[in-house]
Structure formats: structure tokens, C-alpha cells
């Protein structure tokens, strides 16, 4: 039997949302709607106030849970979001991400609300138990980091995300490629590159899917 399609979904939510002022809140929000990228499949919807899904393909999911991630601490890095990234089958499709379901919505959906007890704030679930036992050990080590990052950290590395140059982004954000060099390797970027690295090494054995 052929199988099915396998995406990811990505449920977050802003963390302290009750603290943030409402302009504040807006502004995180609009930052995470307005997210462009060829492996959206269905677009964000916010629910429940401070809560966010979309439907992604496997290849795109921990990167743009990252740059999330990093849009949102590097207006304050106070700020965060709790992401679940659940990978799997639909069931049901709609083009309004809230009202489809499948063990991929399942998986992302119910682990999310697992993360405060874990103490994570990134989490990838994909039903094989082996995967989700090395991708949890990664998530650890790279949320340390993330949680220490200031504010100017997360804005170098979310340009760098998009592979852009070091020089590019000096000029980005008037400061040196030196300077540059020095952020990235004080906020560690080169042990989240080897996360993304190893995320995308595994999509591509168990899922035949890349960029």
C-alpha cells in the first residue's frame, strides 16, 4: 500500500503572553502571520488569543520554527514562543489549517502542552520512537542556547538563517563583518547549524523529502 503524504505541523504558542501589552502581543503576532516560505502549505491562523498553527512541509519545519524563535527574541529577548513540531499523515484537509487533522496535527497539537512540563520550548514529534529520542536530545541542547541568546544574538541569526552573508548582514544592520563573525560565534551558530544539518539528514532518509 502506497503511504500517505507525510507533513509537519507546527502548533506554537507566545510565551508570558498574559504580560505582554497589548500592542506587544499584536506585534509578535504579525510577525509570525506574515512569515513567507515554500514549504507553507497552509498558512498561520492564530486561536485562543496566543496560540498558532500551520501545515508545513517536513524539510521547512525546523527552520521556520527557529526563525520564529529568533523574530520574536530579537525585539526582546524576554520574548519567546513554545513550538511542537509534529510530523505524519492528514486525514482530513482543509485550506483553513485549525479545521484539518491527522496524526501529524495530533502529534504537534497534544505535545505542545507537554512542553511547559518538560521545561522545552521546542519539540519534534514523529511517532518512531528512536527519531523522536535523538531529536529530543537535540532540542534540549539547542534550547539552552536559544534561552541565552540577547536580543542582537537572535537578530544576526535570524538573517543567518536564510544563509545570508556575514558581510550582507553587517550592512544590514550597520555594524562589521568582524562583528558579525563574533555575535554568531558567542551565540554558538555553528551547534544550531549542526541541528539543522542533522534535522534535515534525517527528513531526507525517512521521508525522501528535501528543498
Not at 507533513?7 to 503576532?29: F, H, M, P
Not at 514529534?125 to 523522536?132: F, I, K, R
Request: charged share 25%; net charge positive.
Amino acid at each position: 500500500m502506497k503511504q500517505q503524504k507525510q507533513i509537519a505541523v507546527i502548533t506554537g504558542d507566545i510565551v508570558n503572553s498574559s504580560i505582554l501589552k497589548e500592542d506587544q502581543r499584536k506585534i509578535i503576532q504579525a510577525k509570525i502571520e506574515r512569515f513567507v516560505h515554500e514549504g507553507i502549505l497552509l498558512k498561520t491562523r492564530f486561536y485562543r488569543g496566543d496560540s498558532f498553527q500551520l501545515a508545513v512541509e517536513p524539510f521547512a519545519a525546523l527552520l521556520l520554527a527557529l526563525k520564529f524563535r529568533m523574530a520574536v527574541r530579537r525585539l526582546n529577548e524576554g520574548n519567546d514562543v513554545r513550538i511542537s513540531i509534529g510530523i505524519g499523515e492528514v486525514s482530513a484537509w482543509n485550506e483553513d489549517v485549525l479545521l484539518s487533522n491527522g496524526s501529524a496535527f495530533e502529534r504537534s497539537g497534544k505535545n505542545l502542552d507537554k512542553l511547559k512540563k518538560k521545561g522545552l520550548h521546542i519539540i519534534i514529534v514523529t511517532g518512531n520512537s528512536e527519531l523522536d529520542n535523538e531529536l529530543e536530545t537535540y532540542c534540549y541542547m539547542a534550547d539552552v542556547l536559544i534561552k541565552n541568546l540577547t536580543s542582537v544574538q537572535a537578530n544576526v541569526i535570524f538573517h543567518k538563517l536564510d544563509d545570508t552573508p556575514q558581510e550582507q548582514i553587517g550592512e544590514m544592520l550597520n555594524v562589521s563583518q568582524p562583528a558579525v563573525s563574533k555575535t554568531l560565534k558567542a551565540a554558538n551558530w555553528k551547534a544550531i547549524e549542526k541541528f539543522l544539518g542533522r534535522y534535515r539528514q534525517i527528513v531526507e532518509k525517512n521521508y525522501g523529502i528535501t528543498e
